[in-house]
């Protein structure tokens, strides 16, 4: 059964520093991974979405790292803003289009 | 880009009840759609898989007579809380898996519910 760990749970950093957010996966065969956000008591928002051939994703300041053999995927987020504080969660897909397991997430506060 | 709607968005009833909550595919159309329900401060957690036309598959541990799931159409999925309680009470969100292209899946906004 795939379980999906994310550290920290929580994490507050001051206005303009890096944040890096980890995640880890027991079961290597994944089809995806993705990380999304989510605004307290919100729906989820898509933010990068790695195939498992892909070794990276980017998308403005957010990069997302993936290593399937080690289990293991990073987000970072570069000079952090207030209006980045969320909760930040990876899933893991088995298959196309099939369920996604979620990890714990990370609730991040970026101090002004 | 495709949008997953569901409604009501929050909802309040009384324990012993039973409430509704829709899942609809506004713009493409889903053979299969996941229910999850997240508690506070949690991840979310998968209940179901619905299949357009068929029973739900249900995850280990959720009552499959307490939580109904109709998925009658391409387009719309229901979850039915029946006999609510205040334990029940609980973020559920939705998401549809789109034929085409890649067989994406999207995210409902979720619905808030409360049982008092």
């Known amino acids: 059964k795939q379980e999906v760990t994310q550290i920290p749970a929580a994490l507050s950093v001051p206005e303009g520093e890096n944040l890096v957010l980890n995640c880890s996966f027991t079961?290597?065969?994944?089809?995806?991974l993705q990380w999304f956000r989510q605004d307290p008591g919100k729906g989820l928002t898509s933010l990068l979405l790695?195939?498992?051939?892909?070794r990276e994703q980017t998308s403005g300041r957010l990069n997302a790292s993936l290593d399937k053999s080690s289990g293991r995927s990073t987000l970072y987020i570069a000079a952090s803003q207030p209006g980045d504080s969320a909760t930040y969660l990876c899933?893991?897909?088995?298959?196309?289009?099939?369920?996604?397991?979620f990890g714990g997430g990370t609730r991040v506060l970026v101090k002004p | 880009g495709a949008v997953v709607s569901q409604h009501p968005s929050r909802v309040i009833c009384k324990s012993g009840t039973s409430v509704k909550i829709e899942c609809r595919s506004l713009?493409?159309?889903?053979?299969?759609m996941f229910w999850y329900r997240q508690f506070p401060k949690q991840s979310l957690m998968l209940m179901a898989t619905?299949?357009?036309?068929?029973?739900?598959?249900?995850e280990q541990g959720v009552e499959k007579d307490k939580f109904l799931i109709n998925h009658a159409s391409l387009t719309l999925s229901t979850l039915t809380v029946t006999s609510a309680h205040p334990e029940d009470s609980s973020f559920y969100i939705c998401?549809?898996?789109?034929?085409?292209?890649?067989?994406?899946?999207?995210f409902g906004e979720g619905s808030w519910l409360t049982v008092v």
């Open positions: 790695i195939q498992s051939s892909q």
């Open positions: 713009d493409f159309q889903a053979t299969t």
């Open positions: 079961d290597s065969a994944i089809y995806n």
């Open positions: 619905s299949n357009e036309g068929s029973k739900a598959t249900y």
């Open positions: 899933a893991v897909g088995k298959a196309a289009g099939n369920k996604l397991t």
């Open positions: 998401s549809a898996r789109a034929q085409a292209p890649g067989n994406t899946i999207y």
